[in-house]
Each structure stands twice: as C-alpha cells, then as structure tokens.
C-alpha cells in the first residue's frame, strides 16, 4: 500500500510571512493524483491544492503552490502571506490511478498563525 | 449547491452497541467514500460506494458495513462498538469516484464509545 509521511507534526510561522509544509509519499505507480486538504478547528476537509503527477507544472492556487519532485517523491506546500485563517491541521493525500477513490493520507501537520 | 451533510454530528454510545450513521452526498455526487480519523492512526479509509455498490473497502473487520441509497445518500454501520472506535467518522462525496474528481468532506460525526 502507499504510504504518505508528513514528518512536521506542528509547525508554526509569523502572519505575512511564508511557511512550508513537507510531504513525502512511497509509491511505484507512474500515474497518481496529489492532493492537500486543510482542517480547520471546525473540522471540516477542504482541498487546498492538487496536484496531477503527470504534470510537470507545479500547481498554484492564489497563495498557495506546491513543490512537486516527482523522482524524490515529495510534495511540499508553499503558503505565502501567511494569514491568521490559514491556522488549521494540513493533511497531504495521495490517491492512485488504479485504486479508484481511495485516498492515502499523511498524519497532518499542525500550522499555528503567530499574530 | 448545498455541501456534503452528516448525522448525527455527536453520538455516544456503549461498548457492544451498534450505530448507523448517515451521509448526504452534494446533490449530483454519486461516489461516496467513508474514512476514520482518529489521533494515533490519522485518517483511514473504510469503503467506497458509487451507484449502490461498494466499490472498494480499506483494512477494516467485518463489524464495519456501509451501504448506498438509489438517491445516492450512504450509511455506515458499526455493529458490536468497541472502546477503540471512537473517531471522527468523515463521509466524502464525488461526482464519479473517477480518479480525476476531487473529493468533498463533510463535517464528521464524532462518535464516543464508553
């Protein structure tokens, strides 16, 4: 099975300013769909970016981006001027081209706003 | 469009006790899939239904059974309830479960086991 590996439990970073979150993922499959969710206190998931491994692109969303290296199987997210609402746990998910709708989830990354 | 709706979103319940919790997809959606997330393990993958079937099942005992609805709202069923199933239960719905969708959660239930 996949296996993804966020290896920051908690991170922290100043409001404006640009923090990184770390992602790696185990896989031999050639074709597999990145994604990143948020969680918010309120518990609610909502994809922050993703990323198809076929593209070489790294996607952007406003400020949000990734670092997407396929050969060294990592997927870092980039948010740039930090905001206070970007405080949430940040989940890395990989999902295969093969095993339909079953997402691999990492254990999630802490991301506290320092006002 | 209204997004994914779960009920109950708080239960408590005793050991040997059985749930039913409930997942109304976003109107349209007819992939469902259900994950586990609790501190230790993080989120874990129950099943998946798409037009009634389960289409794919993650590392679960038997206790765990989910069905689909022609409507395609879902339910999961967690019988003989143990203290370790204590868990946010999240339920995310799909336009086709196609590898190209994206999924939306919905806000969990949180289920207690005493």
């Known amino acids: 099975a996949q296996t993804v590996t966020q290896s920051q439990p908690e991170m922290s970073v100043q409001e404006a300013e640009t923090v990184t979150l770390s992602c790696t993922y185990d896989?031999?499959?050639?074709?597999?769909?990145l994604f990143w969710y948020k969680q918010p206190p309120s518990r609610q998931m909502i994809l922050v970016i993703r990323?198809?491994?076929?593209?070489?692109q790294n996607a952007t969303e406003n400020r949000f981006s990734v670092n997407f290296q396929k050969a060294a199987k990592s997927f870092s997210l980039k948010i740039s001027d930090s905001q206070l609402g970007d405080a949430a746990m940040y989940f890395c998910a990989y999902r295969s081209s093969n095993t339909g709708n079953q997402f691999y989830f990492g254990t999630g990354t802490s991301l506290t706003v320092i006002p | 469009k209204a997004g994914v709706t779960q009920t109950p979103r708080y239960l408590i319940k005793t050991r040997g006790q059985q749930v039913t919790l409930s997942c109304s997809p976003i109107s349209g959606h007819r992939s469902v899939s259900w994950y586990q997330q609790t501190p230790g393990q993080g989120l874990q993958f129950l099943f998946e239904?798409?037009?009634?079937?389960?289409?794919n099942k993650g590392n679960f005992p038997g206790r765990f059974s989910g069905r689909q609805f022609s409507n395609s709202r879902s339910e999961m069923n967690v019988s003989t309830l143990e203290l370790g199933d204590s868990a946010l239960y999240l339920c995310?719905?799909?336009?086709?479960?196609?590898?190209?969708?994206?999924?939306?959660f919905g806000p969990g239930t949180r289920l207690t086991v005493l």
């Open positions: 995310a719905s799909s336009p086709s479960g196609q590898t190209t969708d994206t999924q939306y």
């Open positions: 990323q198809e491994a076929y593209k070489q």
């Open positions: 896989t031999s499959e050639s074709d597999y769909y």
């Open positions: 239904y798409f037009s009634e079937t389960q289409r």
